[in-house]
């Protein structure tokens, strides 16, 4: 019914920049919370930030005054700038959305990316 397809990614040389992108298509009613996660090689997934509904932001420690998660809800997309790359940064970086359909308006669903890999390195 949703799905959401993340763009943006490659190989950066550390120091460097890349903006991720995450558009959000099919019978979306509404979009509340949108987010980016990482799941670096032998580590668990974890949450990068996160934008609410009203534009909310919430960052983990190492993506703090580096990265910066921005949304357009006119076109159901998440952006995440990241900025000032470290080589620890490398990773698939997944995009996450609780979206309400416009099937089932009762609920939201939790719906993941296919994930977009991130390499920093010289």
């Known amino acids: 019914q949703v799905q959401l397809v993340e763009s943006g990614g490659g190989l950066v040389q550390p120091g460097g920049s890349l903006r991720l992108s995450c558009a959000a298509s099919?019978?979306?009613?509404?979009?509340?919370?949108m987010g980016w996660y990482r799941q670096a090689p032998g580590k668990q997934r974890e949450l990068v930030a996160s934008?609410?509904?009203?534009?909310?932001?919430n960052y983990e420690d190492s993506a703090k005054g580096r990265f910066t998660i921005s949304r357009d809800n006119a076109k159901n997309t998440v952006y995440l700038q990241m900025n000032s790359l470290k080589p620890e940064d490398t990773a698939v970086y997944y995009c996450?959305?609780?979206?309400?359909?416009?099937?089932?308006?009762?609920?939201?669903?939790?719906?993941w990316g296919q994930g977009t890999l991130v390499t920093v390195s010289s």
């Open positions: 099919g019978r979306i009613f509404s979009i509340n919370d």
């Open positions: 996450n959305a609780e979206i309400v359909t416009t099937t089932a308006r009762y609920r939201s669903l939790e719906v």
């Open positions: 934008i609410s509904g009203r534009d909310r932001t």
